[in-house]
């Protein structure tokens, strides 16, 4: 089972700012990996899937980057509705597919 | 729109059974393999299973594995997970959501499955 990690646990951002998130795999996943935000009482939204690829409807202030076992979340210009717990997700080898543990951006 | 709508969570003593129900709106359901995810309270997102376009591949978290059963009735757009022998450790919100290649797009709100005596 690939392990993925993610740091940092949480991370704080004046509003405007540049949120630098990563996550690291166990093994290389090539570019299968996706990126999720999930906000409190909601369900997860998918951002950014084969690792650098917007999905519909994200801003263009989300970009994705990274390949084999190391990946990068970037926000540039973090808004308000930005404060959120961010998962990436591996789907190269599976089952399962494994989720890191989760970043949670707050206001700083 | 895609939609999602899990039921069927509640409160069920440890070793007793659940089904989960979602039903799926605004996509062709038939094309698409269907996920279930969960998340315990205050933690991550561990994903439980998947189940592919025509119902013929399935495939388990270990932890489920032997005790959950995905499946899927295309003909009413609906995804199913039975749940058998629940262990206070499957206390979790319960997600279905749309595959789309291998990975999980759309997802439902979620159905809160608490296993307690």
């Known amino acids: 089972e690939i392990v993925m990690t993610q740091s940092p646990a949480t991370l704080s951002v004046s509003p405007g700012g540049r949120a630098t998130l990563s996550c690291r795999a166990s093994l290389s996943v090539s570019s299968n990996l996706a990126w999720y935000q999930q906000k409190p009482g909601q369900a997860p939204r998918l951002l950014i899937y084969d690792a650098s690829s917007r999905a519909a409807g994200i801003p263009a202030r989300f970009s994705g980057s990274g390949s084999g076992t190391e990946f990068t979340l970037t926000i540039s210009g973090v808004h308000s509705e930005d404060f959120a717990v961010y998962y990436c997700q591996q789907y190269n080898d599976w089952p399962p597919l494994t989720f890191g543990g989760g970043t949670k951006v707050e206001i700083k | 729109q895609v939609q999602l709508v899990e039921s069927g969570g509640g409160v069920v003593q440890p070793g007793r059974s659940l089904r989960l129900s979602c039903a799926a709106s605004?996509?062709?359901?038939?094309?698409?393999?269907m996920h279930w995810v969960r998340q315990a309270p205050g933690k991550g997102l561990e994903w439980v299973a998947v189940i592919s376009y025509d119902g013929s591949q399935k495939y388990y978290a270990n932890s489920v594995k032997g005790r959950f059963t995905i499946s899927r009735d295309n003909s009413k757009s609906m995804v199913f997970v039975q749940m058998n022998s629940l262990r206070a450790d499957d206390t979790a919100v319960y997600y279905c959501a749309k595959g789309i290649r291998t990975f999980p797009d759309d997802w439902g709100q979620g159905t809160l499955v608490t296993v307690s005596s």
């Open positions: 605004g996509f062709t359901f038939s094309s698409n393999g």
